[in-house]
């Protein structure tokens, strides 16, 4: 009968430990591959992150000056066209209040911005922040104004 206690995994052969302190003979013995002396040698030994052994730490040596354009990046929420082709009607507006109406956004973001995905059939106006060059493409082959 099979039960808990005769189960094997045996896909996979198991590890074998390498068991440490075990004499000269079995690789890890003697200092048990912690060196001489030292807190890393003691019990109770964690090694902190960044810890240089009482040096300046080289994350704190490293100077913090500079210029970084991310806290005035621009976040676009993303809508492709064969998305506004299943959602919208014949001469409706396509804006960031209408498509969070819609659920295609959160509208948390900067802006809205067309992506090129699908086809568009219907002839709406767009009122958007931004639109993508594939978009841009398909909506003048379609002759579908869309303002800039």
Same mark, same amino acid.
């Not at 808990?4 to 995994?9: A, D, G, T, V």
């Not at 048990?32 to 960044?50: D, I, L, P, T, V």
């Given at each position: ?8 995994? @045996? ?5 074998? +430990? ?12 003697? !200092? ?6 030292? =807190?890393? =040698? ?24 500079? &210029?970084?354009? #991310? ?5 676009? @929420? =993303? ?7 299943? &959602? ?8 960031? @209040?209408? /498509? $969070? ?13 067309? /992506?090129?995905?699908?086809? /568009?059939?219907?002839?709406? !106006?767009?009122? +958007?922040? #931004? ?5 841009? @493409?398909? /909506?003048?082959? =379609? $002759? ?5």
């Amino acid at each position: 009968m099979i039960k808990l206690s005769n189960l094997k995994n @045996e896909s996979r052969g198991r590890k074998q +430990v390498q068991r440490v302190g075990r004499g000269i003979g079995s690789n890890r013995g003697k !200092t048990c591959s912690r060196g001489q002396k030292g =807190a890393g =040698a003691r019990a109770g030994y964690k090694r902190r992150w960044g810890y240089e052994g009482g040096q300046m730490r080289l994350h704190m040596k490293t100077p913090t000056r500079g &210029f970084s354009n #991310a806290p005035f990046r621009r976040e676009y @929420e =993303a809508v492709n066209l064969g998305q506004i082709d299943k &959602f919208f009607k014949d001469g409706e507006v396509v804006s960031a @209040e209408t /498509l $969070k109406d819609r659920g295609l956004i959160r509208g948390n973001a900067d802006g809205v911005k067309i /992506l090129g995905e699908g086809n /568009l059939t219907k002839k709406v !106006t767009f009122e +958007v922040t #931004a639109i993508s060059s594939g978009a841009r @493409e398909k /909506l003048q082959q =379609a $002759k579908i104004p869309f303002g800039k």
